[in-house]
């Protein structure tokens, strides 16, 4: 029933594809079943395996229930009150008669679900075990940054790795990374980033 966890940078690009639900446009409207396909199945592996029950896994089961009503999911989590499936999701935009920002909705509610995920990993893993996965993570997405659009920011590497680090706060907003994590230093973010080329090096090539 679980699928395994989409990767942070994934995850993070479903936002943008789950905007097209308000498009008109035949491609558009296929991009973002595809992306709601994805969180239903997103939100389905949180609800299943995230141990914590509160607020927030309440909030997710409450939506997800809403647009995939699986008698299986409810049986298991004990659940027998009747729940109210005009929302209910059928695979097609054009054929949803619910409410759109239902899936903005959801989106926002398992962001959270992961970050409390996040949060029970590091601490199953002690100190040390958490910290060394939130550096991995955090490596990951910096190069995920750096590739997207971190070689275009200012005139050369160094200066991109300092607006990086000035940034830091937004970095971590966008990124879904948990907001005490402290900035890499400047020397590890080039080891981070060793082998790829900023904007300027690519002009020198040619």
Same mark, same amino acid.
């Given at each position: 029933?679980?699928?395994?966890?989409?990767?942070?940078?994934?995850?993070?690009?479903?936002?943008?594809?789950?905007?097209?639900?308000?498009?008109?446009?035949?491609?558009?409207?296929?991009?973002?079943?595809?992306?709601?396909?994805?969180?239903?199945?997103?939100?389905?592996?949180?609800?299943?395996?995230?141990?914590?029950?509160?607020?927030?896994?309440? &909030?997710?089961?409450?939506?997800?229930?809403?647009?995939?009503? =699986?008698?299986?999911?409810?049986?298991?989590?004990?659940?027998?009150?009747?729940?109210?499936?005009?929302? &209910?999701?059928?695979?097609?935009?054009?054929?949803?008669?619910?409410?759109?920002?239902?899936?903005?909705?959801?989106?926002?509610?398992?962001?959270?679900?992961?970050?409390?995920?996040?949060?029970?990993?590091?601490?199953?893993?002690?100190?040390?075990?958490?910290?060394?996965?939130?550096?991995?993570?955090?490596?990951?997405?910096?190069? =995920?940054?750096?590739?997207?659009?971190?070689?275009?920011?200012?005139?050369?590497?160094?200066?991109?790795?300092?607006?990086?680090?000035?940034?830091?706060?937004?970095?971590?907003?966008?990124?879904?990374?948990?907001?005490?994590?402290?900035?890499? =230093?400047?020397?590890?973010?080039?080891?981070?980033?060793?082998?790829?080329?900023?904007?300027?090096?690519?002009?020198?090539?040619?």
């Amino acid at each position: 029933m679980t699928t395994k966890r989409i990767a942070q940078r994934d995850y993070i690009a479903l936002e943008k594809d789950l905007a097209l639900v308000y498009s008109s446009d035949p491609e558009s409207i296929k991009v973002a079943e595809r992306a709601i396909e994805r969180l239903l199945s997103e939100a389905k592996r949180g609800i299943c395996e995230i141990a914590d029950r509160g607020t927030t896994f309440a &909030q997710v089961l409450e939506i997800l229930l809403l647009l995939d009503p =699986n008698p299986v999911l409810l049986s298991s989590l004990g659940r027998s009150e009747e729940v109210d499936y005009s929302w &209910q999701w059928t695979g097609s935009l054009l054929a949803f008669e619910g409410e759109l920002d239902v899936f903005v909705e959801l989106y926002s509610a398992v962001t959270h679900l992961r970050l409390v995920e996040d949060s029970e990993s590091r601490s199953r893993h002690g100190a040390k075990g958490g910290a060394t996965q939130r550096k991995s993570d955090v490596k990951e997405d910096i190069v =995920n940054w750096w590739s997207q659009r971190g070689w275009r920011i200012r005139t050369n590497k160094s200066g991109a790795i300092d607006w990086l680090i000035g940034n830091w706060a937004a970095f971590c907003d966008e990124y879904g990374i948990i907001s005490d994590t402290p900035a890499p =230093n400047k020397k590890t973010i080039y080891k981070y980033l060793q082998g790829l080329v900023h904007q300027s090096q690519k002009k020198q090539s040619r």
